[in-house]
């Protein structure tokens, strides 16, 4: 009796064997972030909203899913350095927080995260400081996720989409424009 197993027969008893009893692999927390930590998304969340708040012409980006859209892109980045500087940023930003009003930034209220916001925004253009790098890239994403969501393209500007118009109605400036009477 031969009780050697040839190619075939390995993979049968292997097939068999993962149908009777599949890998029990942990599944994600249903809406939990992908890249960074519950602390880091609830930050990175206050902070999208405080840069996009909800006002009465549209919501803000909190409700266009604007942190989520930025941890699903963080996670898929393919350089290190583009989710390293994610977390630096965060992690600056919170130290300010504590050397500023000794409370991480989550410990704040509205008016004084705001503060903090418009501090490090001041050098936008010239940014030295880590705090300062990073409020560009935070607001340079946010505005990119909002304005690629339906909130943001249809009911924030209003963009109607490929549609037959009676007349067009583009932008310039009245002073621009001569008298119509004048053109004849």
């Given amino acids: 009796m031969d009780t050697s197993l040839n190619r075939r027969d390995l993979i049968k008893a292997f097939t068999s064997t993962m149908l009777a009893a599949p890998l029990a692999l942990a599944a994600p927390e249903p809406g939990a972030p992908l890249f960074f930590t519950k602390d880091e998304f609830a930050m990175l969340d206050t902070l999208t909203d405080l840069i996009i708040?909800?006002?009465?012409?549209?919501?803000?980006?909190?409700?266009?899913?604007?942190?989520?859209?930025?941890?699903?892109?963080?996670?898929?980045?393919?350089?290190?350095?583009?989710?390293?500087?994610?977390?630096?940023?965060?992690?600056?930003?919170?130290?300010?927080?504590?050397?500023?009003?000794?409370?991480?930034?989550?410990?704040?209220?509205?008016?004084?995260q705001t503060e903090l916001l418009k501090r490090i925004s001041q050098n936008e253009k010239t940014a030295k400081t880590e705090p300062e790098k990073f409020f560009t890239q935070l607001k340079q994403s946010t505005a990119f996720a909002y304005y690629t969501t339906?909130?943001?393209?249809?009911?924030?500007?209003?963009y109607k989409g490929n549609?037959?118009?009676?007349?067009f109605v583009g932008y310039m400036p009245d002073e621009a424009l001569p008298p119509i009477s004048s053109l004849g």
């Fill in 53 to 112: 708040p909800t006002d009465d012409h549209s919501p803000g980006a909190h409700a266009a899913g604007v942190a989520p859209y930025i941890d699903r892109t963080v996670a898929e980045a393919f350089l290190p350095e583009d989710k390293e500087s994610w977390r630096k940023g965060l992690a600056a930003l919170n130290d300010l927080s504590h050397s500023t009003y000794d409370k991480p930034f989550s410990g704040l209220t509205k008016d004084q």
């Fill in 163 to 167: 549609i037959i118009l009676q007349q």
């Fill in 150 to 158: 339906s909130i943001g393209i249809h009911q924030e500007i209003e």
